[in-house]
């Protein structure tokens, strides 16, 4: 999240001061993201020195010391807003390191790792849809966040389901290409775990 292009926006109205920067902020993102004032004033320290924003001279710790946005801050936050995020890489998400992690763990069961966390991530859907109807009827920001994170949340959800079934065609292609159990082979271990993987080729996933 851009703190200090969402402050630019903010001034981008007029002056203002840190503590309503602040509440400015929560007031217009749904009162999602608690926004520490120690952040505020010292994302404007930045945002001065840059040469984005410049204040009215009053003394540096006085709460009532004005902020105004200036012309090549007016240029970066245009620029900002017409600028997409840089996807270009997959971000690192805890989630999906879990799943690669427990997919080569012996004695745990990938499959339970995943539908764990569906569990849990079904259950805050529910929560942010009650909370939707609640309180995000007569809050656009609010109902705006809450669609986004509903919409977030189901896409993980649908990555999970996607990952299991993947997982379970792998194991049952590797099972089915390994050919009759030779007779003298030693039998496995108890506590193994519960599917075997082929070998993972380098960016191409789980070899089908």
């Known amino acids: 999240m851009s703190v200090r292009h969402a402050l630019l926006a903010l001034l981008s109205e007029g002056?203002?001061?840190?503590?309503?920067?602040?509440?400015?902020?929560?007031?217009?993102?749904?009162?999602?993201?608690?926004?520490?004032v120690g952040q505020v004033y010292t994302t404007l320290q930045r945002l001065e020195r840059d040469g984005l924003i410049e204040s009215d001279g009053t003394a540096e710790d006085?709460?009532?010391?004005?902020?105004?946005?200036?012309?090549?801050?007016a240029e970066?936050?245009?620029g900002w807003l017409r600028t997409p995020p840089d996807l270009t890489s997959p971000p690192r998400d805890e989630l999906v390191?879990?799943?690669?992690?427990?997919?080569?763990?012996?004695g745990v069961d990938v499959h339970d790792v995943i539908q764990?966390?569906?569990r849990y991530l079904v259950e805050l859907m529910q929560q942010w849809t009650h909370l939707k109807e609640d309180e995000a009827e007569q809050d656009l920001p609010l109902a705006l966040v809450i669609d986004a994170e509903l919409f977030r949340l189901d896409s993980v959800i649908r990555w999970l389901d996607s990952a299991d079934g993947r997982l379970?065609?792998?194991?049952?292609?590797?099972?089915?290409?390994?050919?009759?159990a030779d007779s003298t082979d030693s039998a496995a271990p108890v506590g193994a775990a519960p599917i075997v993987l082929p070998r993972m080729r380098r960016r191409t996933g789980v070899r089908r």
């Open 76 to 78: 970066e936050l245009a």
């Open 168 to 180: 379970k065609r792998a194991a049952s292609d590797s099972v089915g290409s390994a050919g009759p």
């Open 116 to 118: 764990v966390h569906r």
């Open 15 to 36: 002056p203002k001061y840190g503590l309503q920067l602040r509440e400015e902020f929560e007031a217009r993102t749904g009162e999602v993201w608690p926004l520490n």
């Open 62 to 73: 006085s709460p009532q010391r004005g902020f105004r946005i200036t012309a090549e801050g």
């Open 97 to 106: 390191i879990k799943v690669l992690v427990a997919l080569r763990l012996s």
